[in-house]
């Protein structure tokens, strides 16, 4: 048998388009001889559709897709991932499904059991698991066919107490289909081959694995699907952070399973979504690791690309200060959306450095990239002599400081409105964890590009977008951090330095660690709770920004879900 | 056996201060003679506490508490919330646990079964449901003890395949105790005491149920904390909208459910969270209904006194255009934090009326607040003259309107940072449904008032402050809507009039109707279809707002959870 996966990149809601791909790619499969042609979790409305779910129109719009892919399952079976409707009164109202199309006809429905809802996943607000398990028999082949999640319950600290693997097994499948939707972070790449291996090897069968591609806001699907063995040896990886098809011979992996030797698995720890980092100098070592760093480049690059491809727009508009954050977005974005599609902006003040433009300057020739320059001066002034009467001779403070913030969030909103640009957003993970940042300021935006990633991540990420030429000047990496809100301001007057600071963040944002437990890694008590106490009075900040790229495995945004009016820690 | 109720309003993570008002109650009930006191759901760490639920530490404090409180417990039963440790290895790590404390022991606890995961709740996301249950008995008696949602199951079409309640009736218990966090909306009040009752007949048993009060940054928690005899009839019903204590004796309540006829109840149809309107005309009636506008005036003052008390606020500002919206946001905000705690400024341009400075100023006369005029056109002027090298002689547009807007949210964010305020924000549900608004600009601020409140309900809640006396001038009510921001404009030249518009907008979003059904229901289709589209792809700016006061059975916000890159309907 024959078995294409078709590893493609779906627009949510988008049914025309999502279908055409999936029927170009049947078509594909049927010339190529394939036997079975399958595809992603929730492929026909894209993963995930969220309350559209709770649309009845949203679903039967789903089905109307089915039908229409039904009548190309004439000589080829066809797996597709969409919602199904439950017919027990008792229970949610759907199952995520996936679907067994053949010959024109329904061949067999496979409903997800487990049903992710921790970090970005809220399965469970719209799906009941399923409580009945079925092989689908087809060319004299019995498959054990799973969703996403139902594969991920190993471990010696499960977070489901069903395995329906173990249910199917009573059947004596002959292979193991799964259809996923799982989004890429930099800890969790490795743990999803492992985790397909150890099924392999727990059920002695091949598995055929596909994932999605694309990014859906801000969460980003990375592809590398998969084909391994009844050894857990992998066979076929397809590619990452793009679209890809295969064929493969199920008769080819029946042969590797029988021959070579079972594989030898890393240990899959009751925890392994989290890293474990209790050696406190090897944390900032990990964050700019260079494969995580080579991994986030791609996936942020994937990112910005299906933002604007999806919502319709082409081109971007940034603050350029000079600074490291937009230095590294700006190069970001002129390799996602082509450079003449992204305008910089210089906004210099009074406080600016005379370097802070030159460098601007500098960046955007080596880019080629345009760009204006709009001192903030006048419309600075204008506003203190506005706010006159009310601010009378109170000294400059924080309100000073956002008011130049906020002045050049508005300039560039304006650029943005008038010729119909998205504006980038430049704040970085540790900027939004301790609310270092001005709402409606540089917080505004369309798109957070690196707020998941830590500000020793962004040096390492400049250094590796330098990797063949200095596209980014050596000043801008080498120079102090500052906001240059007032004269001679640096980060470091309001914040820790950054390489304690990320490990901070990291060990309370990442894996929630407790403040007594970060404290005793060694690092200074107050200083500690000083970090946390400023990142859990910023929730209300962070709960206004746009969406983040997610790249690691607790973002900012719909992964992180944390009181505003909450006393913990603050 | 008599039984206290402490109905109170907690502070989500301040395990101090709700430790101390839990002891205070078991205190006074144990100086009224009551053999057991019942507190709410989670009311330890307060509800909802999200992903602080993720952090052990957080979970050792909710511990630490429980010994506290257990060493008041000697003569007293004392029934508290909060997350329990789940002992299995399988499963997520927490249980949603009722805790019955006596005698310096844990004498029992109860598990909850059915885990809310829809609009603002999470609670799959955190808890294993509940898979044992077994009756508590404390002098002589039997408790069912539940947990919330655990009595919500009936109707022709529950939610969860099984019912807790039905299990413990095998144990034949005397009475039911419910310990809930149940929210708010104009649509839920009814169906909470009908619920109740349906259980309490269904059963026979009388239900002695305590609910939550406060506000939790976006879910207002109303109270109204009932004992139902087992006949179906109010025994004792609590107040809404503020804390309540009350000793309530079990010999009376079985007295009365041994006479007496069976109460009649009103059907629990199967959607019973929804309101069914299928007769347009009545829509909007059930939108201004008095009932409703009284009760959503409350939840707004009690969502903005405890965001600012949780908060650790005491003084607000908003810009009062001389509209209906800011004029209803300043007379509920003056009522919440008293007049002399409220800023208002207004903020004319050239393109604003004579009547909306007057208007503004007369609505402050009334009130007594303070406010002060800042006329924007020297800062709009000079963003215009910064911007001229770049704009060049195109034409005036959305850029130069939003340019207006955000200039006020600039002026009014560096009033609220220089004298540490919180800037409320105005819009109305209308508005923010349709995307007419500006990010950074209207739609700047730390809490949204009116964001759950269509425009029509706006109205209806001007007309229901003036009630006593004319507080906003009646000249705000009368003239049609306007933005002010270029000459002769009104809301209609942009959206449809708000009495259709309102009723689009509930059908959809508070109803997930399909653009069909609305259709059927004799509204234009291509107006339908329209405002659709602006709901759909207006979801980028919703999602930069800030928290908005829950009032509906579907608020923008926490309870609705949609793509941003998405293309339904849109």
Redesign the interface.
Known sequence: MKIALAQQNY????FE?NTRKIIEAIEKAKSDGADLVMFTELCIC?Y?????L?????I?QCYSCIEEIKSHSFGIGVIVGAPAINP?????DLFNAAWFLYEGKVLGTAYKTL?P??DVF?E??YF?PA?SWQVIEFKGKKIALTICEDIWNLG??????ICPMDKLMNQAPDLMINISASPFDYDHDDDRKEVIRANTLKYNLPMFYCNAVG???EVVFDGGSLVIDANGHVVHEMKYFEEDYLVADLKVVEQNSKSGDKAVLRSLD?DMRVSKLNDLDKIIEYLVDERNIREIHKALILGIR??FG??GFTKAILGSSGGIDSAVTLVLACEALGKENVTAVLMPSQYSTGHSVSDAEQLSKNLGNPY?T???K??Y???L???Q???KD?PF????E??QS??R???L???A??FNLILLNTSNKSELATGYGT??GDM?G?LGVLGDVYKMQVYALARYLNRDSEVIPENILSKAPSAELRPDQKDSDSLPEYPILDKVLYQYIER?Q????IIALGIDEALVRRILKMVNTNE?KR?????IIRVSNKAFG?G?????????L?
Chains 1, 2 share one sequence.
Do not use: W
């Not at 709770?54 to 949203?58: H, L, N, S, T």
């Open positions: 627009h949510i809601g988008n388009s894209g995930p559709p969220r309350d559209f709770e649309f009845k129109d949203f039967s027990d009164a008792a229970g949610k049903l809802n921790y809220d469970y607000r009941e409580y010696d600290n499960p977070l489901y107490r990014s859906q806001t009751k299906d933002y999806k919502m204006h709009v001192p903030i006048p419309v002034d204008s506003f002599t506005s706010l009467p009310i601010f109170l403070s924080l309100a000073e956002n008011i906020r002045t969030g508005n300039l909103m304006a650029i409105n008038k709402l409606y505004a369309g929630r407790s403040p007594n437990d209300y709960n206004q920004f746009c969406p719909v992180r879900r944390v009181p505003i009016v909450g006393k913990y603050s």
